[in-house]
Protein backbone atom coordinates (compact mmCIF):
# COMPACT_ATOMS: atom_id res chain seq x y z
CA UNK A 1 0.00 0.00 0.00
CA UNK A 2 1.18 3.73 -1.21
CA UNK A 3 1.71 6.04 1.41
CA UNK A 4 -1.52 8.09 -0.17
CA UNK A 5 -3.18 4.99 0.20
CA UNK A 6 -2.35 4.40 3.65
CA UNK A 7 -3.44 8.12 4.47
CA UNK A 8 -6.63 7.63 3.07
CA UNK A 9 -7.57 4.33 5.14
CA UNK A 10 -6.92 6.55 8.05
CA UNK A 11 -8.90 9.30 6.78
CA UNK A 12 -11.39 6.71 6.07
CA UNK A 13 -11.65 5.34 9.53
CA UNK A 14 -11.61 8.81 11.22
CA UNK A 15 -14.73 9.43 8.91
CA UNK A 16 -16.68 6.34 10.15
CA UNK A 17 -15.77 6.55 13.88
CA UNK A 18 -16.73 10.67 13.33
CA UNK A 19 -19.79 9.76 11.70
CA UNK A 20 -20.86 7.26 14.63
CA UNK A 21 -19.86 9.86 17.35
CA UNK A 22 -21.34 12.70 15.74
CA UNK A 23 -24.54 14.12 17.54
CA UNK A 24 -26.06 17.18 17.62
CA UNK A 25 -27.72 17.73 21.20
CA UNK A 26 -24.19 16.03 23.16
CA UNK A 27 -22.32 18.63 20.63
CA UNK A 28 -23.90 21.45 21.82
CA UNK A 29 -22.88 20.33 25.51
CA UNK A 30 -20.13 18.54 25.77
CA UNK A 31 -16.10 18.71 23.85
CA UNK A 32 -16.10 16.54 20.75
CA UNK A 33 -14.27 13.43 21.36
CA UNK A 34 -10.41 13.79 20.67
CA UNK A 35 -9.97 11.03 17.51
CA UNK A 36 -6.36 9.47 18.12
CA UNK A 37 -4.58 8.92 15.19
CA UNK A 38 -1.89 7.07 16.72
CA UNK A 39 -3.98 4.47 18.01
CA UNK A 40 -5.76 4.18 14.56
CA UNK A 41 -1.87 3.65 13.04
CA UNK A 42 -1.02 1.29 15.74
CA UNK A 43 -3.96 -0.95 15.01
CA UNK A 44 -3.89 -0.88 11.26
CA UNK A 45 -0.17 -2.03 11.24
CA UNK A 46 -1.20 -5.22 13.79
CA UNK A 47 -3.66 -6.00 11.08
CA UNK A 48 -0.94 -6.65 8.39
CA UNK A 49 -0.89 -9.63 6.95
CA UNK A 50 -4.46 -10.61 7.83
CA UNK A 51 -6.75 -11.93 5.83
CA UNK A 52 -9.81 -9.57 6.03
CA UNK A 53 -12.10 -7.72 3.82
CA UNK A 54 -11.70 -3.78 3.52
CA UNK A 55 -15.20 -3.49 5.27
CA UNK A 56 -14.38 -5.61 8.19
CA UNK A 57 -10.69 -4.61 8.55
CA UNK A 58 -12.00 -0.78 8.74
CA UNK A 59 -14.89 -1.91 11.13
CA UNK A 60 -12.67 -3.40 13.40
CA UNK A 61 -10.22 -0.15 13.79
CA UNK A 62 -13.72 1.64 13.88
CA UNK A 63 -14.81 -0.39 16.69
CA UNK A 64 -12.14 -0.35 18.73
CA UNK A 65 -11.66 3.23 18.77
CA UNK A 66 -15.15 3.68 19.92
CA UNK A 67 -14.34 1.75 22.91
CA UNK A 68 -11.00 4.18 23.82
CA UNK A 69 -13.74 7.42 22.76
CA UNK A 70 -15.99 5.91 25.51
CA UNK A 71 -13.57 5.07 27.83
CA UNK A 72 -11.91 8.96 27.37
CA UNK A 73 -15.28 10.21 27.94
CA UNK A 74 -16.04 9.19 30.91
CA UNK A 75 -13.03 10.08 32.19
CA UNK A 76 -14.18 13.69 31.83
CA UNK A 77 -17.11 13.33 34.56
CA UNK A 78 -14.65 14.37 37.44
CA UNK A 79 -14.79 18.17 37.21
CA UNK A 80 -17.07 19.13 39.62
CA UNK A 81 -17.34 22.99 38.85
CA UNK A 82 -18.74 22.19 35.67
CA UNK A 83 -22.63 22.07 35.62
CA UNK A 84 -24.20 19.10 36.64
CA UNK A 85 -26.36 19.23 33.59
CA UNK A 86 -22.72 18.93 31.38
CA UNK A 87 -21.65 16.39 33.72
CA UNK A 88 -24.53 14.45 33.27
CA UNK A 89 -24.25 14.48 29.38
CA UNK A 90 -20.77 13.63 29.59
CA UNK A 91 -21.77 10.38 31.73
CA UNK A 92 -24.13 9.65 28.70
CA UNK A 93 -22.32 10.51 25.80
CA UNK A 94 -19.57 7.84 27.36
CA UNK A 95 -22.32 5.37 27.50
CA UNK A 96 -23.78 6.06 23.97
CA UNK A 97 -20.50 6.08 22.77
CA UNK A 98 -19.83 2.66 24.42
CA UNK A 99 -23.01 1.38 22.80
CA UNK A 100 -22.28 1.61 19.59
CA UNK A 101 -19.57 -0.46 18.96
CA UNK A 102 -21.31 -3.55 20.50
CA UNK A 103 -23.82 -2.60 17.57
CA UNK A 104 -20.94 -2.41 14.50
CA UNK A 105 -19.38 -6.03 15.98
CA UNK A 106 -22.93 -7.44 16.10
CA UNK A 107 -23.55 -6.23 12.50
CA UNK A 108 -20.12 -8.51 11.30
CA UNK A 109 -20.79 -11.05 14.11
CA UNK A 110 -16.95 -11.19 15.57
CA UNK A 111 -17.65 -12.55 19.15
CA UNK A 112 -14.24 -13.40 19.74
CA UNK A 113 -13.13 -9.81 19.47
CA UNK A 114 -16.21 -8.77 21.31
CA UNK A 115 -14.59 -10.70 24.34
CA UNK A 116 -11.47 -9.27 23.80
CA UNK A 117 -12.92 -6.10 23.81
CA UNK A 118 -14.82 -6.11 26.70
CA UNK A 119 -11.80 -7.63 29.02
CA UNK A 120 -10.34 -4.51 27.78
CA UNK A 121 -12.31 -2.24 29.35
CA UNK A 122 -12.59 -3.80 32.51
CA UNK A 123 -8.99 -3.80 32.59
CA UNK A 124 -8.61 0.04 31.73
CA UNK A 125 -10.85 0.68 34.25
CA UNK A 126 -9.11 -0.86 37.22
CA UNK A 127 -6.12 0.47 36.00
CA UNK A 128 -7.58 4.10 36.01
CA UNK A 129 -8.84 3.27 39.65
CA UNK A 130 -5.11 2.26 40.29
CA UNK A 131 -3.96 5.68 38.75
CA UNK A 132 -6.09 7.93 40.30
CA UNK A 133 -6.96 6.52 43.85
CA UNK A 134 -3.59 5.26 45.13
CA UNK A 135 -2.05 7.90 46.56
CA UNK A 136 0.93 5.54 48.08
CA UNK A 137 2.40 3.87 45.08
CA UNK A 138 6.27 4.42 43.79
CA UNK A 139 6.41 6.55 40.58
CA UNK A 140 7.74 3.69 38.96
CA UNK A 141 5.12 1.53 39.90
CA UNK A 142 2.45 4.81 38.94
CA UNK A 143 3.91 4.53 35.37
CA UNK A 144 3.23 0.92 34.98
CA UNK A 145 -0.65 1.70 35.94
CA UNK A 146 -0.40 4.70 33.98
CA UNK A 147 0.60 2.97 30.93
CA UNK A 148 -1.97 0.33 30.91
CA UNK A 149 -4.28 2.13 31.23
CA UNK A 150 -3.54 3.83 28.34
CA UNK A 151 -2.66 1.12 26.11
CA UNK A 152 -4.59 -1.73 26.58
CA UNK A 153 -7.29 -1.67 24.50
CA UNK A 154 -4.71 -1.12 21.41
CA UNK A 155 -2.81 -3.83 23.01
CA UNK A 156 -5.30 -6.31 23.15
CA UNK A 157 -6.58 -5.81 19.41
CA UNK A 158 -2.74 -6.33 18.51
CA UNK A 159 -2.09 -9.24 20.85
CA UNK A 160 -5.55 -10.97 19.20
CA UNK A 161 -4.50 -10.52 15.59
CA UNK A 162 -1.14 -12.13 16.87
CA UNK A 163 0.84 -8.89 16.54
CA UNK A 164 3.43 -9.07 19.89
CA UNK A 165 5.23 -6.38 18.88
CA UNK A 166 3.11 -3.85 17.80
CA UNK A 167 0.96 -4.33 21.03
CA UNK A 168 5.01 -3.90 22.98
CA UNK A 169 5.66 -0.86 20.71
CA UNK A 170 2.12 1.02 21.58
CA UNK A 171 2.19 0.59 24.46
CA UNK A 172 5.14 2.43 24.96
CA UNK A 173 4.03 5.01 22.33
CA UNK A 174 1.02 5.64 24.00
CA UNK A 175 2.45 5.92 27.36
CA UNK A 176 4.88 8.46 25.71
CA UNK A 177 2.36 10.84 24.68
CA UNK A 178 0.72 10.72 28.05
CA UNK A 179 3.65 11.92 30.10
CA UNK A 180 4.46 14.32 26.98
CA UNK A 181 0.63 15.31 27.43
CA UNK A 182 1.04 15.63 31.34
CA UNK A 183 4.26 17.52 31.23
CA UNK A 184 2.47 19.78 28.83
CA UNK A 185 -0.44 20.24 31.55
CA UNK A 186 2.44 21.26 33.91
CA UNK A 187 4.09 23.87 31.99
CA UNK A 188 0.69 25.46 31.55
CA UNK A 189 -0.13 25.31 35.61
CA UNK A 190 -2.81 22.99 35.12
CA UNK A 191 -3.47 19.62 37.26
CA UNK A 192 -1.42 16.75 36.39
CA UNK A 193 -1.24 13.20 37.89
CA UNK A 194 1.78 12.60 36.71
CA UNK A 195 3.33 15.60 38.75
CA UNK A 196 1.54 14.25 41.49
CA UNK A 197 2.89 11.26 41.34
CA UNK A 198 6.22 12.68 41.28
CA UNK A 199 5.56 14.95 44.02
CA UNK A 200 4.96 11.32 46.24
CA UNK A 201 8.00 9.84 45.19
CA UNK A 202 10.68 12.89 44.91
CA UNK A 203 9.33 15.56 47.44
CA UNK A 204 7.27 12.92 49.97
CA UNK A 205 5.95 14.94 53.04
CA UNK A 206 2.70 14.22 54.91
CA UNK A 207 0.98 17.55 53.79
CA UNK A 208 1.99 19.12 50.38
CA UNK A 209 0.62 21.93 48.10
CA UNK A 210 -0.91 20.79 44.69
CA UNK A 211 2.09 21.10 42.31
CA UNK A 212 0.94 24.76 40.90
CA UNK A 213 1.94 25.95 44.53
CA UNK A 214 4.98 24.43 44.85
CA UNK A 215 8.11 26.77 44.71
CA UNK A 216 10.75 27.19 41.80
CA UNK A 217 12.73 25.31 43.58
CA UNK A 218 10.84 21.97 43.84
CA UNK A 219 8.82 22.22 40.56
CA UNK A 220 12.42 22.46 38.58
CA UNK A 221 13.42 18.66 40.45
CA UNK A 222 10.24 17.11 38.97
CA UNK A 223 10.50 18.73 35.40
CA UNK A 224 13.86 16.94 35.81
CA UNK A 225 12.60 13.53 37.09
CA UNK A 226 9.92 13.72 34.37
CA UNK A 227 12.80 14.33 31.46
CA UNK A 228 14.03 11.30 32.44
CA UNK A 229 11.01 9.13 32.15
CA UNK A 230 10.40 10.63 28.83
CA UNK A 231 14.13 10.17 27.84
CA UNK A 232 13.37 6.70 29.09
CA UNK A 233 9.98 6.02 27.32
CA UNK A 234 11.97 7.58 23.55
CA UNK A 235 14.70 5.17 24.45
CA UNK A 236 12.33 2.07 24.43
CA UNK A 237 10.62 3.63 21.30
CA UNK A 238 13.73 3.78 18.89
CA UNK A 239 14.60 0.32 20.05
CA UNK A 240 11.78 -1.14 19.07
CA UNK A 241 11.52 0.35 15.86
CA UNK A 242 14.50 -1.26 14.70
CA UNK A 243 13.50 -4.45 15.74
CA UNK A 244 9.93 -4.16 13.71
CA UNK A 245 10.87 -5.01 10.27
CA UNK A 246 6.95 -4.29 8.84
CA UNK A 247 6.45 -1.18 10.37
CA UNK A 248 4.42 1.12 7.33
CA UNK A 249 5.87 4.19 6.06
CA UNK A 250 2.89 6.38 7.74
CA UNK A 251 3.56 4.79 11.19
CA UNK A 252 7.23 5.49 11.10
CA UNK A 253 6.31 8.91 10.42
CA UNK A 254 4.19 9.30 13.14
CA UNK A 255 6.41 7.91 15.40
CA UNK A 256 9.40 10.51 14.31
CA UNK A 257 7.13 13.15 14.31
CA UNK A 258 5.89 12.25 17.99
CA UNK A 259 9.68 12.25 19.55
CA UNK A 260 10.62 15.46 17.17
CA UNK A 261 7.68 17.24 19.77
CA UNK A 262 10.01 16.15 22.80
CA UNK A 263 12.36 19.52 23.31
CA UNK A 264 15.91 18.57 24.36
CA UNK A 265 16.72 18.87 28.30
CA UNK A 266 18.56 22.47 28.08
CA UNK A 267 15.74 23.98 26.87
CA UNK A 268 13.04 22.79 29.22
CA UNK A 269 13.87 25.51 31.97
CA UNK A 270 13.87 28.16 29.64
CA UNK A 271 10.16 27.07 29.22
CA UNK A 272 9.53 26.51 32.51
CA UNK A 273 10.60 30.03 33.44
Known sequence: ??????????????E????KISHYYLKQFIEVPHIDEDRILLMINSLAGQD???????????????????????????????????RQLTIL???????????????????????VLAE????????????????????????????KAESTIVSKFSQFFDSQSIAALAEEVLLLNRLLKEK??????????LFEALMRTFLPSKQHAPFQELPNEKKAILFHECEKYI??????????????PKLNQLLQQRLDAIM??????????????
Not at 16 to 19: H, K, L, S
Not at 135 to 141: G, Q
Not at 261 to 267: D, E, F, I, Q, V
Open 16 to 19: MVQN
Open 120 to 147: GIKTVNEYKILVYQNENSHIDEFLVHLK
Open 93 to 115: AGDYFSGLYYKILADIEHVPLIR
Open 1 to 14: MTLQERIQQVTSIK
Open 231 to 244: EQSIGFISSMMMKI
Open 260 to 273: SRYPAPSNLYAEEG
Open 52 to 86: LSCQNFEKFVTTAMLVQIALDTHDKISNLQEPLKQ
Open 184 to 193: ENAVKGEASV
